[in-house]
């Protein structure tokens, strides 16, 4: 079992319906597709790669990511966060504020609301 955010790279939406709007059309177009790869832009590169310095997502020993290694989750402006559920509240709280901090947006697609 997992937990869920995503994170992507463009203005914030101005509410929860809008950020879901936003999430559906982004998902379907770069991490839905397998036919079109399509390479994590730089803002997101540089994100993931301060998550992963907190948070390391070692293929043989993660126990905060569900799918690691976590950049393979990211496809242009947009990466999705899979964390093991039982470590999901500290560092989905850490992602939140670092996509914050990095004027990135982040979601909650579960709970269909954007993370402050």
Known sequence: MSYDLAVWDGDRPL????AGSTYDELYERYL???DV????APR????VEALVARYPDDVDRSVVWASPP??????GPIVYLLMSYGE???????A????????LVCFDPQAECLRP
């Open 96 to 103: 939140a504020v670092l996509a914050r901090e990095r004027g």
């Open 37 to 40: 790869v399509v390479p994590p």
């Open 32 to 34: 839905e597709s397998d």
């Open 88 to 94: 999901a509240e500290e560092v989905s709280e850490y």
């Open 44 to 47: 997101i590169v540089a994100y």
């Open 70 to 75: 976590v950049i393979e989750e990211a496809s």
């Open 15 to 18: 509410d929860d319906d809008q």
